[in-house]
């Protein structure tokens, strides 16, 4: 991918930028939370609407020239409610993590409660932890998930609601691999009416597709960011009933944001667009089949994953009980030397820190979109498990490395 506009004025960014789309190219992005957009997603990215502004929502600007705006944030909300359900759709979060302040900002007050999943179980900075503006505005506790199983502890969660009496629960996660009971969690929270927001920004692809169990019509929030496995433009998003659509409206502006980011909403359009279609279902099968298929291979390989296994797109690994010497980072940083890019990431019961944590979490979303397999994810499994047994071994990573040269040539990206 040539940025020769760019390169005419700014070489050295050019630079940047093609060497990225090469790195992107030639290494395999197993980061959960990352995939590949089309290049028809980029191009509305970096269209003419990056100049407009248009505070308000379509029909109600505050500013004049919006007409084209109207358009593509109307269809932008139109095909996310067809993609997910929803009654109201707000596309004007600039992240996942600006779609939950909305959230915040529309149903609580400061001070108010909130019990979400402890950061270091799978939880997210913005559902409360302590360093993040939620934890500082908000009382927050945290659930677990249970140490042994590696499943959310539902049972805790109902009693923790129960003595904590908080106003929000909030569910759905960043380094979950099993599938969400969201009416387990709803029924904790009606049994304190608290409010129950449901946080799919890792999984709002295999939503739309169904290949994981929707929380719209449950929770009475639901948000997501729409450049992880749903694949479209860079952002956020919030999904309610009509009897929270005006405040959530007010809460994305006035209350947090001026004016959207027209350009990302393009590609978040033309995201949703592509995720209409079959292929996109038969491309959400095959992350969770291919996520599948990494898990397998890595407990073949004598990795222990936390829970067991997947339902979802991403695979957790605990090196504590086979590796004990061998951190989440010390592999991460191996890896990388390799051409494979995931993220340490820490694991229920976690005993390191959380910057050199006890896990590592692979996911299959952007592979996937390169048109790997069922089998070339066991061989990247393969080339995972080489390093975790051999990390410092300069012949193990050098033949790892041609496999990955081997891979990356067959699924070719951004020709
Ligand atoms: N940074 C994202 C993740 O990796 O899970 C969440 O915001």
Redesign the pocket.
Known sequence: MQHDQVRQVDPEIADALEAETERQRDTLTL???ENHVSEAVMDAQSSTLTNKYAEGYPGQRYYGGCEQADVVEQLAIDRAKELWGAEHVNVQPHS??QANMAVYIAALEPGDRILSLDLTHGG?LSHGHHANFVGDHFEVQHYECDDETGYVDYEGLREQAEQFEPDMIVSGY??YPREVEWERIQAAADAVDALHLADI??ITGLVAAGEHASPVGIADFVTG?THKTIRAGRGGMVMCGEEWAEAVDKAVIPGMQGGPLMHNIAGKAVGFEEALTPEFEEYAARVVTNAEAMAERLQERGLELVSGGTDTHLVLADLRPSHPDTTGKDVEEALEETGIVL?ANTVPGETRSPFNPSGIRVGTPAITTRGFTADDCRTVADCIADVVDAPEDEAVLAAVSETVDELTDSHPLYE
Do not use: L, T
Request: charged share 0%; no cysteine; glycine share 8%.
């Open positions: 980061i959960a939370s996942g993590s997210h960043s380094a920004a890792h960011s993220n």
